[in-house]
């Protein structure tokens, strides 16, 4: 069965650091697709940074980045030199590679940054 | 940037109303879906639909009715409104082998 796991409800960090949220998949598929979103205080979800199960190097976009860990079914999510406005709630969603497009998603954490 | 937009933003209706949220997306996305998120939920998949004409049942479909009569527009039907349905919806667009784009949400909530 899919499913995906964060397991930190919670984090909190002090301004210009380095974060990392985590979150475990489990999929029967040798080909599947995990993403990262930030759901925002306004309420906006946006999509930040994503993964391709056949890809063997992290992806990296502007201070995101991944740590994508196969063995362990593992997708890290990196921010480095946080920002105020980094304060959200971060969801981490799979899709398989066979699957009707559906996502399967995380309960989320929410990370808090501290000036 | 992928573009989807959700009307109406808010949305009070009554018990037993008809009440239809639209979504639009401009990106040429085959995939649409409908979610809903309450506290302590998350994202729970009502609809969806690969195309126009198509719809599909999500994980609570029940009381929800899905339309896409059009590659473009994809809506959510509730077709007798009840307090249980109060939540944030969102719709969300996405192609084959790309990830999903969200609209800005509607908050909906039925008296």
């Known amino acids: 069965a899919q499913k995906v796991t964060q397991t930190q409800t919670s984090i909190s960090v002090m301004e210009k650091t380095t974060v990392t949220m985590d979150c475990v998949y489990e999929t029967q598929d040798s080909s599947y697709f995990l993403f990262w979103y930030k759901q925002t205080a306004s309420g906006e979800i946006v999509f930040l940074i994503r993964?391709?199960?056949?890809k063997k190097e992290n992806a990296t976009v502007g201070h995101y980045s991944l740590n994508f860990q196969k063995p362990k079914s593992s997708i890290g999510l990196i921010i480095t030199a946080t920002q105020i406005e980094d304060s959200a709630v971060y969801f981490c969603a799979m899709r398989e590679g066979d699957s009707n497009y559906q996502l399967i998603w995380g309960s989320g954490t929410k990370l808090i940054i501290k000036p | 940037e992928a573009a989807v937009t959700q009307s109406p933003r808010n949305k009070v209706a009554v018990t037993g109303g008809k009440v239809t949220l639209s979504c639009n997306q401009t990106?040429?996305?085959?995939?649409m879906y409908w979610y809903r998120q309450d506290t302590g939920h998350g994202l729970r998949l009502i609809h969806y639909?690969?195309?126009?004409?198509?719809?599909e049942k999500g994980d609570i479909p029940d009381g929800y009715k899905a339309s896409r009569p059009s590659q473009e527009n994809f809506s959510l039907i509730l077709e007798l409104a009840t307090p249980s349905q109060t939540s944030v919806y969102f719709c969300a667009s996405g192609g084959d082998n790309t990830e999903v784009f969200f609209g800005k949400g509607t908050r909906l909530t039925v008296v």
């Open positions: 993964q391709d199960s056949y």
């Open positions: 990106n040429n996305h085959n995939n």
């Open positions: 639909s690969y195309g126009a004409g198509s719809t």
